[in-house]
């Protein structure tokens, strides 16, 4: 079992960054990828980025949404637990509650389907 708790979330000018963080607990979270996923009002769940873990000695490897390439940067840092979310230029689309997910696994997975655990979530809202 792992546990995820999101922080970091708020209210931010376009333009404007945000950094959220995921924090962890329970099983060892260097054996699990760790996703972010984001959903507004009446859309899907969209995977944001994602960062993969240590058991395919792929350990941080990155992957990103074509819609926050060069904006958004996944980061992992195992003896703290936590994975963070560093967000620039941000953009009233960018508007979402956003979520981090792991699967049971350290594979980064396109689909919330394949993602086992889930936090609660943190509103980003972008407005001026």
């Known amino acids: 079992q792992l546990q995820l708790v999101e922080s970091g979330g708020g209210l931010v000018q376009p333009g404007g960054s945000l950094r959220l963080s995921c924090t962890t607990s329970?099983?060892?979270?260097?054996?699990?990828?760790i996703a972010w996923f984001r959903q507004a009002p009446g859309k899907e769940r969209e995977r944001v980025s994602c960062v993969s873990g240590s058991l395919s000695g792929d350990d941080g490897s990155t992957d990103y949404a074509d819609s926050v390439k060069g904006r958004f940067t996944v980061s992992r840092d195992n003896a703290k637990k936590t994975v963070y979310l560093q967000m620039n230029d941000l953009k009233p689309e960018d508007t979402a509650v956003y979520y981090c997910?792991?699967?049971?696994?350290?594979?980064?997975?396109?689909?919330?389907?394949?993602?086992?655990?889930w936090g609660q979530g943190t509103q980003v809202t972008v407005s001026s």
């Open positions: 997910a792991a699967p049971s696994s350290d594979v980064c997975y396109a689909h919330a389907t394949w993602y086992d655990y």
């Open positions: 329970g099983d060892t979270m260097k054996y699990h990828a």
